[in-house]
């Protein structure tokens, strides 16, 4: 994946409302249209392309979920800052080694006790392709940051 130098300002917008949060949930649509939400870390910066990335086992039911559903939710929250962010992306998973490799970093053998070398690790990647998002700054009227003019590039 090439990336532009250039930080598109929707991404940097992103990345400062992110700023500080470490830990979302992402949420996937079953089979039967229920939807699961469990806690991800977030451990690298959103990359210029507006992709974020989670590391995962490729044999996890949200993986499963992903692969029939693409479409994904995402949200961050910092109350003590009254800041709250959902994302809207499109997710895929890769086991591409050059990419585990970049986006590896310390702390991570809490849940992959061999690093990139742990049996099924793979990465999520989600394409963002709309943000809303809440801050006491605009008085809690929601505002959007749409990435569909990104993704169209």
Excluded at 26 to 39: A, E, F, K, M, Y
Aim: some cysteine; hydrophobic content about 40%; aromatic content about 8%.
């Amino acid at each position: 994946m090439t990336q532009s130098l250039e930080t598109k300002p929707q991404v940097q917008e992103l990345r400062k409302l992110l700023e500080g949060i470490e830990c979302g949930m992402l949420t996937t649509v079953d089979d039967d249209g229920s939807l699961h939400s469990r806690p991800m870390s977030m451990w690298n910066e959103i990359d210029n392309d507006a992709t974020l990335w989670f590391f995962t086992l490729a044999d996890s039911h949200k993986v499963v979920e992903i692969q029939h559903h693409q479409q994904v939710n995402v949200s961050f929250s910092a109350p003590n800052q009254e800041r709250f962010v959902s994302i809207l992306g499109t997710a895929q998973l890769t086991r591409d080694r050059d990419q585990l490799q970049a986006k590896w970093q310390p702390g991570l053998e809490i849940w992959f006790p061999k690093g990139i070398d742990e049996p099924n690790i793979a990465l999520l990647k989600v394409k963002v392709n709309k943000v809303d998002y809440w801050e006491s700054l605009s008085s809690f009227m929601p505002q959007t940051i749409s990435f569909l003019e990104l993704s169209n590039r």
